[in-house]
């Protein structure tokens, strides 16, 4: 089992910045690959980005080159840096991973935390 706490956000005026982390516990050592997804009121869960066991990451369009996700694999942590912030990117984040559970992979997901952007 794989236990994930999201923190960091907030509100913030259009233009800012926040930091989400979300530390991982339990079966860490098992985990696999990290994301970061979100929900907005009405709207489906989307991914945002995502970041492998090695490091490779990969994002989406609508957040390329304003967020950047890193993982700190001993601290079991990854982190999603926001910049540049629009009232688009208002929605509930959620953390994600996949560990090894034999004989494949399972997901796991934190609770949420709410990131709200004024104009």
């Known amino acids: 089992q794989v236990q994930l706490v999201e923190s960091g956000g907030g509100l913030v005026q259009a233009g800012g910045s926040l930091r989400l982390s979300c530390a991982a516990s339990?079966?860490?050592?098992?985990?696999?690959?990290m994301r970061w997804y979100r929900q907005a009121p009405g709207k489906q869960r989307e991914l945002v980005a995502t970041?492998?066991?090695?490091?490779?990451?990969n994002y989406a369009d609508s957040v390329k080159g304003r967020f950047t996700i890193s993982r700190d694999n001993a601290k079991n942590t990854v982190d999603l840096q926001m910049n540049s912030l629009k009232p688009e990117d208002t929605a509930v984040y959620y953390c994600?991973?996949?560990?090894?559970?034999?004989?494949?992979?399972?997901?796991?997901w934190g609770q949420g935390t709410q990131v709200t952007v004024s104009s």
């Open positions: 994600y991973c996949n560990a090894r559970v034999l004989p494949g992979l399972r997901a796991y």
């Open positions: 339990g079966s860490s050592s098992s985990i696999v690959t």
């Open positions: 970041i492998t066991s090695g490091g490779s990451t």
